[in-house]
């Protein structure tokens, strides 16, 4: 999964933008292919020019969170709430999408889900039911496959940030160096506590949602026999600059 968080000081407002992984892109030096083919091409600096390239978004660091990392950071706060539609729930108990079996009790309507029951609702894709079949697991906005599972972990990521914004300052900071042997990143620790003062000092608790390609702004196509995302990209580009 693919995430770009924004800061924007400027306008005081934060962002979380999904890219879906499907989404058929030029990679350079590389060809056209799904977008989540750039970081197994060439780690996290080509998946930097690749999004750069095609939507001219230039980042200024990345952190790669395991699922150890994720499950620890929701268990430290105490779980995040959720609304789960039937669909969901009834995926959730009847997959492994939630590792720990004694955990799969999830029921339908708003709740709070530990670490490893949130990691479950944000994995699921769809998930194959007694008949055979794989339909479609749906979110409250009617969302369903990549699209759905993007707008699950938004919304975590908004109840996470909830959480933590009710915390003090020296409870972020203790959180941090929980989180932080789990994750893979560019940063240097004196920047994380930077963007986390810069945080506090913005004061908002609301996270702007977004995802590429956006809604009318992609064709869907069988390329290769895979299912991918074709961006509109000037459409696409111009969305994410406003």
Request: positive net charge.
């Amino acid at each position: 999964s693919m995430m770009i968080a924004t800061l924007d000081m400027k306008h005081k407002k934060l962002k979380v933008t999904s890219l879906m992984r499907d989404m058929y892109v030029a990679i350079p030096g590389h060809g056209s292919q799904k977008l989540n083919a750039a970081y197994s091409l060439g780690g996290i600096q080509l998946l930097y020019k690749t999004i750069a390239s095609n939507f001219g978004i230039k980042m200024n660091g990345y952190a790669e969170v395991n699922f150890d990392a994720f499950v620890e950071v929701i268990n430290a706060v105490g779980g995040v709430e959720a609304t789960l539609t039937e669909s969901e729930a009834e995926n959730l108990n009847d997959t492994n999408y939630i590792k720990r079996k004694k955990y799969r009790n999830v029921k339908v309507g708003k709740q709070v889900l530990n670490g490893y029951q949130a990691l479950g609702y944000c994995r699921i894709r769809h998930g194959k039911w007694k008949n055979g079949h794989y339909p479609a697991v749906l979110t409250a906005s009617g969302k369903g496959d990549d699209y759905g599972r993007a707008e699950r972990q938004r919304l975590v990521i908004q109840s996470l940030f909830q959480k933590i914004k009710a915390m003090s300052l020296n409870e972020w900071m203790e959180l941090v160096e929980i989180v932080l042997p789990n994750v893979k990143t560019d940063l240097k620790k004196d920047d994380i506590y930077s963007y986390i003062l810069a945080v506090v000092r913005m004061g908002t608790t609301d996270i702007l949602q977004f995802s590429l390609p956006i809604q009318d702004g992609y064709t869907s196509q069988t390329i290769n026999g895979q299912d991918c995302l074709v961006p509109d990209i000037a459409k696409n580009k111009k969305a994410v600059s406003n």
